[in-house]
């Protein structure tokens, strides 16, 4: 039983590293210029549940920057939240050999 949840603690974690560089090699490969949130949900086909998790441990590890942004004029809603690769994002994907 412990060892079962073990396993399955881990086949999280490997998940949540999946969707993770997934995020991130969507950044690095489609704008090397900040993107929105919902854009960068719409590129990876990740849904925004679990894609918020995943970015907002990006951000703890220090992986990505998240910025806080008003709209253009005209446009309407909340304020945009731009996403970018930090350089030790770049370089965790340049080490693991992921070619964007």
Request: cysteine-free; aromatic content about 2%; proline content about 5%.
């Given at each position: 039983m412990i060892l079962q949840q073990q396993i399955d603690r881990n086949d999280d974690e490997i998940s949540d590293n999946k969707a993770m560089l997934k995020l991130m090699v969507t950044l690095y490969k489609y704008h090397p210029h900040p993107i929105p949130t919902n854009k960068l949900y719409e590129l990876a086909n990740s849904s925004n549940n679990y894609g918020g998790i995943v970015l907002s441990k990006a951000v703890q590890?220090?992986?990505?920057?998240?910025?806080?942004?008003?709209?253009?004029?005209?446009?309407?809603?909340?304020?945009?939240?731009?996403?970018?690769?930090?350089?030790?994002?770049?370089?965790?994907?340049?080490?693991?050999?992921?070619?964007?």
């Open positions: 590890m220090g992986f990505v920057v998240r910025k806080r942004v008003q709209k253009p004029p005209g446009e309407r809603g909340n304020d945009m939240i731009l996403n970018s690769l930090t350089t030790k994002g770049k370089e965790l994907l340049e080490e693991l050999g992921i070619n964007a």
